[in-house]
Nanobody
C-alpha cells in the first residue's frame, strides 16, 4: 500500500518535496520508484531507490535537481525536487516492486499509489 503526498503549485525555479508512505510490503527486497505522467504522455521514470536506501537511479532529465531518499525512521520514500521547470508538471506516482534492481520500466512495478499533482507555473 503506497500513499503519496506533497504535491502542489510552485513557480519555476522553486522546490517541492514529495513523500511516499509505504505499508504492508516485505521491505527488505523492495525497490521504490517515482514516475510521472503529463497529459497526453506516457508514464515516465523519474527516480528509484532500493529499500536499503543505498543505491539510487535517476532519469537524465532530473539528475542534479531531484533527490530520492528513504526515511530511516519511518517507512517513507521522499523525492526532493529543486529548480523545478514547467516541463516537470505532471501527476507523480510512487511505485514498488519486489526486486532490488530499481527498474526504470513502469511495467516492472506491481504496486502503485494514487498519484499527486505537481504543477510548475508562473
Amino acid at each position: 500500500h503506497l500513499v503519496e503526498s506533497g504535491g502542489g503549485l510552485v513557480q519555476p525555479g522553486g522546490s517541492l518535496r514529495l513523500s511516499c508512505a509505504v505499508s504492508g510490503l516485505p521491505e527488505i527486497h523492495y525497490s521504490v520508484g517515482w514516475f510521472r505522467q503529463a497529459p497526453g504522455n506516457e508514464r515516465e521514470f523519474v527516480a528509484a531507490i532500493n529499500w536499503a536506501g543505498i543505491t539510487t537511479n535517476y532519469a537524465e532529465s532530473v539528475k542534479g535537481r531531484f533527490t530520492i531518499s528513504r526515511d530511516a525512521a519511518e517507512p517513507t520514500v521522499n523525492l526532493q525536487m529543486r529548480r523545478l521547470k514547467i516541463e516537470d508538471t505532471a501527476v507523480y506516482y510512487c511505485a514498488a516492486v519486489n526486486a532490488i534492481g530499481m527498474p526504470r520500466d513502469a511495467r516492472n512495478y506491481d504496486t502503485w499509489g494514487q498519484g499527486t499533482q505537481v504543477t510548475v507555473s508562473s
